[in-house]
């Protein structure tokens, strides 16, 4: 009998397109300090924990600061994402990605949540797509940031799928190489170029086939 695959989803830039709204949060941060900060200096900090991020974008602007200044840059970024949440629903979630959970929901395949944000919850919530998931891993659950495989290993592992079985769908660089480093089957969502060490590409969920998923799933 073939065995149970285990399909991972990272949150923001996969399922949902707050990446623009961490980029207008930090942005209010880096315009504040007088700090350049383009739409391709945001790619450095997808998947990048919010920690590490303000230290990429104070590394930017080359300043330094104390932890208690740190401290509360991060909780005023946190905050204006935050607002930007609010009135978030179903509508937000991106195209194609529900038939693709619904199709492995079918298929009885294991699905699972592997993002370094700690908002995931209320997100997946506030969409209602919460109860797709058999295992939810995010940024309050591990130590080590992506390209670390820490989040999708934990996230295998509760979906009880060895990485070989793992199939991990990923926006930034470093979720890829984690998931490659993994000894997963890594699946970039977004632009080819800039996603070249994933194992596939899709440009979004709406080209990806059943028969694609069939083939993932028969492997
Ligand atoms: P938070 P993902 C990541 O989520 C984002 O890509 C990244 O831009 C963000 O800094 C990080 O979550 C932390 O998010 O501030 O909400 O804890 O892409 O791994 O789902
Ligand atoms: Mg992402």
Redesign the pocket.
Known sequence: MKKKKGFIF??????VD??KY??LA?KQIADSLNIEFTHEH?EL??????V??LDIILDLGKIEASQAQKDQWLVQ??DE?LSYLVDMDQTEILPGVLDVLNFLKENNQGIA????????RPILEKTGILSYFDAIV??NDVSNA?PDPE?FLIAAQQLQVEPIHAFVF???VA?VQAANIGNMTSIGIGEQSVLHEAHHNFKDFTFISEDFLNELINK
């Open positions: 990272d949150l923001d830039g996969v399922i707050t990446a961490h980029y930090w945001n900090l997808k998947g990048v924990s919010r590490r991020s970024k946190n994402y949540l592997g993002s370094a944000s700690k908002n995931a995010d940024g992506k989040v990923e926006d930034s979720g």
